[in-house]
Structure formats: structure tokens, C-alpha cells
């Protein structure tokens, strides 16, 4: 997968991904199916499944420790939250990861497989139902992936993805009928979805910056709130590897304090974190040295 396939045509000029289309236009028409079937235990089940989905699944899981390995749990833990994360129908940990790896090496360049600068739509959804970046086999992805694709679970679970959900579909049909199964999959998960798609299109749209990135991510605090933190993305960005995005009190990561919890139960280790103090004291012996610098060439000369 080089440059040039990652490059894609104009989002006018590409075929529409119909398996993906139809089942996108399915789970929206169920959403809006699901508000005539409330119920305040469907309702409860729906939040408690978005968090185990978006929280300890994409956030916590395929973001901050398969793509970027922020810090490292034992392998049972590790593919507990990558079993959370396919339920939130954003393909499997192969797929899923690559794409994000990805990003981050070409982000809003060419290559980027979901920038604004290709459309704000595109950007949100439009690569999902057009282009190629959905359909590329295991074997091309795994060249973004090594790590997981000598994983025999990670590369099972990307084959079958989909068979998490569907458990938990027939799970929650036996245990509330219509109104469980309407709330807890079809509407969580386009909720989820449109949440995590935000990311690409609204946090490298609008927003402040912290900081100069060579990229157009912000900080959006809307965001963070329905990504359970994943929308400090100009943080993100400019220290991909901290596990920790909100890096000022008020900056709300519900993903780095689950992360917290981990590591205080010792079943997350190696954490690897951003301060904002550390960064700043850097930045003033960095300054200091080039004074110094600075000087010793003026006493020279």
C-alpha cells in the first residue's frame, strides 16, 4: 500500500462501497426505529454499551494502546478491549489500526486516508462509503501492522468482526426484546459511529490549538465530551504517544482516567504520559542553551 494507492480520486469520481453503504443505511433507518421502541432500561443499556464500546473498545483500546501503544496490559486484557471495540462496527483491530497509523503519517497530506481538505463530508463519512480505504485485505494491511498481524487473535478477530455484535444483538433481543435490541445496537452504535467519525472531520476543521502541528487537528471540548476524550486531538497530535490527551485539569479524558484505573488495579504498566510542566521546563533549558549559545558566539567574535 503505497502513496500513490493511498491517494485517492476525487470523492465524485469513486465507486460507492455498496456492502458498506447498505449496512450504514441500515443501522441509520434502525436508529431512528429505535426512538418509537424507548424504554428507560433500553435507554440505560444503550449508555452502558456505548462507554464499553467507545470507552474501554476505541478509545482505550484500538486508539491508545493498539495504534499508538501508550502503554502496554497483559495479552487478556488486551484483547478484552479489542473485543469491546468491534462492537462499535468500526471493522476489526487490523483495519481499524493501519488506517489510524496511517493518518498519522500522512495527516492532511496526500495519503490522508480522511481529511478536510478532501471535503468536509468526506472527511466525516464519505471515505467510508466511497474510495478503497475499507476494502484493503489483511495481507496489505498488515504492512502498517506488524505487531498485530503476528497476533493469531488479532488477525481472527479482523476476519470475523462482526461476530461480537451479532452475539450481543441476539443477547440483548432475549434479554428486552425489540426495545433492547433497537436501543443497545442500532441506535448506540450510529451514535458511536458519527461520534468517532467528529474526529476526523470536526476536530481538524474547528477548534483551538495548543500546539504548531505540522497538521490541522484542534482541541474541541464537544468532542471530547461524546469521545470520551478523544477530542483533544491537537494534543494527540502533537504527542501521539501519551496515553493521557486532556492534558490540563479541565480538559475532561474519560479514556485516560480508565487507563488510570488500570494501572492502579496493575493491569496496565508502562504508561507513557505528557505534562504540561515537564514540557514547559524543557522548553526554558532548550531557550536557555541557545542564549547561552547565542553569547559565547558574541564573546567569540
Not at 503505497?2 to 465507486?15: I, Y
Not at 447498505?22 to 421502541?37: D, E, P, S
Not at 495479552?75 to 489510524?100: D, N, Q, R
Not at 505528557?274 to 549559545?293: I, T
Request: positive net charge; contains cysteine; proline residues 3%.
Amino acid at each position: 500500500m503505497d502513496l500513490e494507492t493511498l491517494s485517492r480520486k476525487p470523492a465524485a469520481d469513486d465507486q460507492i462501497n455498496w456492502v458498506t453503504a447498505t449496512f450504514m443505511a441500515l443501522f441509520h433507518a434502525g436508529a431512528v426505529a429505535a426512538l418509537f421502541f424507548f424504554t428507560w432500561k433500553a435507554l440505560l443499556a444503550a449508555l452502558l454499551l456505548w462507554w464499553v464500546s467507545g470507552s474501554l473498545g476505541i478509545g482505550m483500546g484500538y486508539h491508545r494502546l493498539l495504534t499508538h501503544r501508550g502503554y502496554k496490559t497483559p495479552k487478556s486484557m488486551e484483547y478484552f478491549l479489542t473485543i469491546c471495540a468491534t462492537l462499535a462496527l468500526e471493522g476489526g483491530p487490523i483495519f481499524w489500526v493501519a488506517t489510524h497509523r496511517i493518518h498519522h503519517q500522512h495527516s492532511d497530506q496526500d495519503g490522508d486516508p480522511h481529511s478536510p481538505r478532501d471535503g468536509k463530508w468526506w472527511a466525516h463519512m464519505g471515505w467510508i462509503l466511497t474510495g478503497k480505504s475499507m476494502h484493503h485485505d489483511t495481507t496489505t494491511l498488515a504492512r502498517y501492522v506488524p505487531d498485530l498481524a503476528q497476533d493469531k487473535f488479532h488477525v481472527w478477530i479482523t476476519r470475523y468482526h462482526y461476530l461480537p455484535l451479532t452475539i450481543l444483538g441476539l443477547a440483548l433481543l432475549a434479554l428486552g426484546g425489540l426495545p433492547f435490541l433497537m436501543w443497545g445496537i442500532f441506535l448506540r452504535t450510529v451514535i458511536g459511529l458519527h461520534a468517532t467519525w467528529l474526529v476526523n472531520s470536526a476536530t481538524h476543521s474547528w477548534g483551538t490549538r495548543r500546539f504548531a502541528t505540522r497538521d490541522l487537528s484542534t482541541n474541541s471540548w464537544w468532542v471530547a465530551l461524546v469521545t470520551f476524550g478523544e477530542g483533544w486531538h491537537n494534543n494527540h497530535h502533537a504527542h501521539p504517544v501519551s496515553a493521557r490527551h486532556g492534558l490540563k485539569w479541565y480538559e475532561i479524558d474519560l479514556n485516560w482516567y480508565g487507563i488510570w484505573v488500570l494501572k492502579t488495579l496493575g493491569l496496565a504498566r508502562n504508561v507513557y504520559r505528557v505534562k504540561l510542566s515537564e514540557l514547559r521546563q524543557r522548553e526554558e533549558k532548550a531557550a536557555q542553551s541557545l542564549e547561552q549559545v547565542a553569547a559565547s558566539e558574541l564573546v567569540s567574535v
